[in-house]
Nanobody
Framework: QVQLVESGGGLVQAGGSLRLSCVASESTFSSYAMGWFRQVPGKEREFVAGISWSGGSANYADSVKGRFTISRDNAKNTLYLQMDSLKPEDTAVYYC??????WGWGRGDSDFGSGGQGTQVTVSS
């Protein structure tokens, strides 16, 4: 699968914002729906948001709906996650991943591959 590199994490106070980026190594990026996931130690990977291959459709976990926005720039092979109104419970390592099959919709129940090395997001109260 395409190689993915996440960046943009950091330490922020509750109520603050961060913008994550995920750069793909191949132009085939534009053919695949993408998703953002997060994981805390001892828990399963959690779907956060997904976007269709064209960028025309987005899906969100209920816990982030209205606060996070997923987007993509296929010309730059880059996926974004704008995170606003951050809460301490958003603290996690965030990963991006591509769906296994092209031309997908990026839904929470889609079949995604593994992500990159991840980027740590820490929200202090």
């Amino acid at each position: 699968q395409v190689q993915l590199v996440e960046s943009g994490g950091g330490l922020v106070q509750a109520g603050g914002s961060l913008r994550l980026s995920c750069v793909a190594s191949e132009s085939t990026f534009s053919s695949y729906a993408m998703g953002w996931f997060r994981q805390v130690p001892g828990k399963e990977r959690e779907f956060v948001a997904g976007i269709s291959w064209s960028g025309g459709s987005a899906n969100y976990a209920d816990s982030v709906k209205g606060r996070f926005t997923i987007s993509r720039d296929n010309a730059k092979n880059t996926l974004y996650l704008q995170m606003d109104s951050l809460k301490p419970e958003d603290t996690a390592v965030y990963y991006c991943a591509a769906e296994w099959s092209p031309w997908g919709w990026g839904r929470g129940d889609s079949d995604f591959g593994s992500g990159g090395q991840g980027t740590q997001v820490t929200v202090s109260s």
